[in-house]
């Protein structure tokens, strides 16, 4: 039995899904595959989304955690989150052929804080305890960098000198990371911030669509997987303005109960999700009884980050064609 019809209209947030960072992120794996056959082993999910990650197993990546779980004289990607040194030393020993596909924007964070450990800082790091990202960029250091996860962590931070600097986490919520780095100085006044805040940008734009949108609709879905950390910032900055926020990993998991009383729904995806579950979101929001759908007015991404050596030619442009 067809659910009753409640859904009007479907507004569209721009920008929403995949940033350039997954973009190329997938293309390695997937030009690795091309290039030199499966399997291709990939250390943690390559960017997290469930539908991503199922796509490319079917095309004969292996996801592992453990460099152990790799054999000799394979070829290993190294997740978009980026890794600690250990396991950069690790991949290393064990002689694989290695193709990072670390954000470039992450890289960033990490090569600050190689570079300031070196003239004496010490890290107050913001973010999510047990993300890869954190562990790849605290694992950059032995010692001296402090995780925060909240204003209320800032009063437990014992630096060992003066010398304080403070990185972020690159997919956190824009408001939460301004009230906590507003915390970091007001107990450490000289702490230095970065010269560019390390919040990437895509990030900031789809929490900014989402505040452009909220306020506009009834309700808000968010397209994303249970671990994409910047679906869920989307998720809890709807809910934070007053709108009802649902995170969907799929069409499927839409509830009509949801929509009752609520005709005009907000739909956003996080940086992670392709658009293809988008599309079908929209789809199943048609089969509940919308009859619009817009798209509103943002900021046109235009970033793009270059492969790795090996993996680049032109050759293989047919890739990216066929994802998009």
Same mark, same amino acid.
């Given at each position: 039995?067809?659910?009753?019809?409640?859904?009007?209209?479907?507004?569209?947030?721009?920008?929403?899904?995949?940033?350039?960072?997954?973009?190329? *992120? $997938?293309? %390695?794996?997937?030009? #690795?595959?091309?290039?030199? =056959? &499966?399997?291709?082993?990939?250390?943690?999910?390559? !960017?997290?989304?469930?539908?991503?990650?199922?796509?490319?197993?079917?095309?004969? *990546? $292996?996801? %592992?955690?453990?460099? #152990?779980?790799?054999?000799? =004289? &394979?070829?290993?990607?190294?997740?978009?989150?980026? !890794?600690?040194?250990?396991?950069?030393?690790?991949?290393?020993?064990?002689?694989?052929?290695?193709?990072?596909?670390?954000?470039?924007?992450?890289?960033?964070?990490?090569?600050?804080?190689?570079k300031l450990a070196r003239e004496g800082y010490e890290f107050v790091m913001i973010g999510h305890k047990g993300h890869p990202e954190v562990e790849g960029t605290m694992g950059q250091l032995d010692a001296g960098i402090y995780l925060v996860e909240d204003?209320?962590?800032?009063?437990?931070?014992?630096?060992?000198?003066?010398?304080?600097?403070?990185?972020?986490?690159?997919?956190?919520?824009?408001?939460?990371?301004?009230?906590?780095?507003?915390?970091?100085?007001?107990?450490?006044?000289?702490?230095?911030?970065?010269?560019?805040?390390?919040?990437?940008?895509?990030?900031?734009?789809?929490q900014d669509a989402v505040k452009v949108m909220a306020p506009q609709v009834d309700i808000v879905i968010v397209v994303g997987s249970p671990t994409s950390s910047n679906s869920n910032r989307l998720r809890e900055l709807a809910q934070r303005l007053g709108?009802?926020?649902?995170?969907?990993?799929?069409?499927?998991?839409?509830?009509?109960?949801?929509?009752?009383?609520?005709?005009?729904?907000?739909?956003?995806?996080?940086?992670?999700?392709?658009?293809?579950?988008?599309?079908?979101?929209?789809?199943?929001?048609?089969?509940?009884?919308?009859?619009?759908?817009?798209?509103?007015?943002?900021?046109?991404?235009?970033?793009?980050?270059?492969?790795?050596?090996?993996?680049?030619?032109?050759?293989?442009?047919?890739?990216?064609?066929?994802?998009?």
């Amino acid at each position: 039995m067809t659910a009753a019809p409640n859904v009007h209209e479907v507004l569209l947030a721009e920008p929403r899904g995949f940033c350039a960072g997954v973009d190329r *992120a $997938i293309e %390695i794996v997937e030009r #690795a595959l091309r290039r030199f =056959g &499966a399997p291709i082993y990939v250390r943690h999910e390559i !960017v997290h989304n469930t539908y991503v990650v199922n796509d490319l197993k079917a095309k004969g *990546a $292996i996801f %592992i955690e453990d460099l #152990a779980d790799v054999p000799p =004289g &394979a070829t290993l990607v190294f997740s978009a989150h980026g !890794v600690s040194k250990a396991v950069r030393d690790e991949a290393d020993a064990r002689g694989f052929q290695v193709f990072d596909a670390t954000c470039p924007l992450v890289s960033k964070v990490h090569v600050e804080v190689e570079k300031l450990a070196r003239e004496g800082y010490e890290f107050v790091m913001i973010g999510h305890k047990g993300h890869p990202e954190v562990e790849g960029t605290m694992g950059q250091l032995d010692a001296g960098i402090y995780l925060v996860e909240d204003v209320a962590d800032v009063a437990g931070v014992q630096p060992r000198g003066d010398k304080l600097a403070v990185v972020t986490q690159t997919t956190l919520s824009v408001d939460d990371a301004a009230e906590i780095l507003a915390a970091v100085k007001l107990r450490f006044p000289q702490v230095r911030e970065p010269k560019q805040q390390d919040i990437c940008y895509a990030t900031q734009n789809r929490q900014d669509a989402v505040k452009v949108m909220a306020p506009q609709v009834d309700i808000v879905i968010v397209v994303g997987s249970p671990t994409s950390s910047n679906s869920n910032r989307l998720r809890e900055l709807a809910q934070r303005l007053g709108t009802p926020a649902h995170m969907v990993d799929a069409a499927d998991d839409l509830q009509p109960a949801w929509f009752e009383g609520r005709p005009r729904v907000g739909l956003t995806a996080g940086a992670s999700a392709p658009d293809i579950l988008v599309q079908q979101v929209i789809a199943r929001l048609k089969a509940l009884g919308a009859t619009s759908v817009r798209r509103m007015h943002g900021v046109e991404e235009t970033v793009h980050f270059p492969l790795p050596k090996g993996l680049g030619d032109k050759s293989m442009s047919e890739v990216s064609a066929s994802r998009s």
